[in-house]
């Protein structure tokens, strides 16, 4: 898309839930004194500067195709460098000793040749660890298509469907266990408990509906919203603990 749709404020707003799979994802990664780690779609940086604070010798890059999230990240007190490049485009100087992606290609459909490019990028013996999300038939996801398809909706949106972007567990095994590589995937379904009035709503707005929203003027945004906010709540009823939200990531961890 030719503008930034990316909000770093919004994204924000569930940090603790979206850094444990990136935590989780990178506790898998062998390497010990790597010289040269990137970040491929860093978003606002944070998660970035882990990789600093476990590979402090390191030279740690970052980079994102959102200028916003991009000014965000150079705000950071760190020795990380960030920038705008996009993960179709982006090639690096030199062999890379880990290449970590964290929810971001399920965004790029092309991405399965994205993996085996960044794979022929990694030094002899260097890492590639990614997390998708693998939800894309949950609740939340079915609730979206179909308002974009209802009478409400379907002249602005109803063209609109992503389907199931990314791959089973088993087929980036296959895909990337090529070469003599190393391959580990798996998956994991969170049961993050959502706090306050209508969390769903609040977390797909940061993610899943950012595509979406682009395409509307303000007034329709909060309308689409406001429609939204009755389905997501009775497929994700509260509880008295809390808003219980399943949510089911896909990893995969290769050493070359």
């Given amino acids: 898309m030719s503008r930034d ?25 062998g390497a010990v004194e790597p010289d040269y780690v990137v970040d491929a779609g860093c978003g606002s940086g944070e998660l970035t500067v882990e990789l600093a604070g476990r590979w402090p010798r390191a030279t740690i890059e970052g980079f994102d195709s959102s200028p916003a999230m991009i000014t965000k990240a150079r705000r ?7 920038a705008v490049a996009d993960v179709t485009t982006w090639r690096p100087d030199r062999p890379v000793d880990v290449i970590v992606s964290n929810a971001v290609l399920q965004w790029v459909p092309e991405h399965r040749s994205v993996l085996e490019h960044w794979i022929e990028e990694l030094a002899p013996g260097g890492w590639l660890a990614f997390q998708v999300p693998g939800n894309f038939d949950a609740p939340s996801h079915v609730a979206i298509r179909e308002l974009c398809g209802s ?7 109803g063209d609109y469907t992503r ?13 990337l266990n090529q070469g003599g590589s190393q391959v580990d995937a798996w998956e994991t379904t969170y049961v993050h408990v959502l706090q306050g009035e209508d969390p769903v709503l609040g977390w797909v707005s940061g993610t899943a509906l950012r595509p979406i929203l682009d395409r509307l003027d303000p007034d329709e945004r909060r309308r689409f919203k406001r429609d ?7 497929v994700y009823p509260a ?10 990531r896909i990893f995969v961890v290769v050493q070359k």
């Fill in 5 to 29: 749709i990316w909000d770093p404020v919004t994204y924000a707003v569930f940090a603790d839930e979206r850094s444990r799979p990136f935590i989780e994802l990178i506790s898998r990664v």
């Fill in 76 to 82: 950071l007190e760190s020795n990380v460098r960030f």
């Fill in 151 to 157: 009478r409400a909706w379907s002249d602005k949106l």
């Fill in 163 to 175: 389907g199931n972007p990314v791959e089973e567990p088993l087929e980036y095994l296959d895909l």
């Fill in 228 to 234: 939204l906010a009755k389905p997501l709540a009775e």
């Fill in 239 to 248: 509880k008295s603990y809390g808003t219980p939200f399943p949510f089911r």
